[in-house]
């Protein structure tokens, strides 16, 4: 099994920046990729951003590009989120996720984490 727990959301004011981080422990060889998801209330999870297993790939989704930055370190197995320019928009659940493929898809992911909840005020 594979437990994933993320850290790092809290309160935020609009343009503030936060850091989200994913500790990954257990069996972890198939864990190749690792992903970010967020669920707005009412809304569905939708993809964030994903990164592969040497960090040399990444993709994000339009929203993030340019003010989210996923990196990861394979030594301290775990990942991040750095979130800038944050928006009232981004108030959500943040989920780290982890798979053997780098994709948008939850779906491809295997394991997840409980999440942890950003809320940005204007």
């Known amino acids: 099994q594979v437990q994933l727990i993320e850290s790092g959301g809290g309160l935020a004011q609009a343009g503030d920046s936060l850091r989200l981080s994913c500790a990954v422990s257990?069996?972890?060889?198939?864990?190749?990729?690792m992903g970010w998801f967020r669920q707005a209330p009412g809304r569905e999870r939708e993809f964030v951003a994903a990164i592969s297993l040497g960090g040399g790939l990444t993709t994000y989704a339009d929203f993030a590009k340019g003010r989210f930055t996923i990196s990861r370190d394979n030594y301290e197995n775990t990942g991040y989120l750095q979130m800038n320019n944050l928006k009232p928009e981004d108030t959500a659940t943040y989920f780290c996720a982890t798979g053997r493929l780098i994709r948008r898809s939850e779906s491809e992911y295997a394991f997840w984490g409980q999440g942890t909840r950003v809320t940005v005020s204007s």
């Open positions: 257990g069996r972890t060889a198939d864990t190749y990729a």
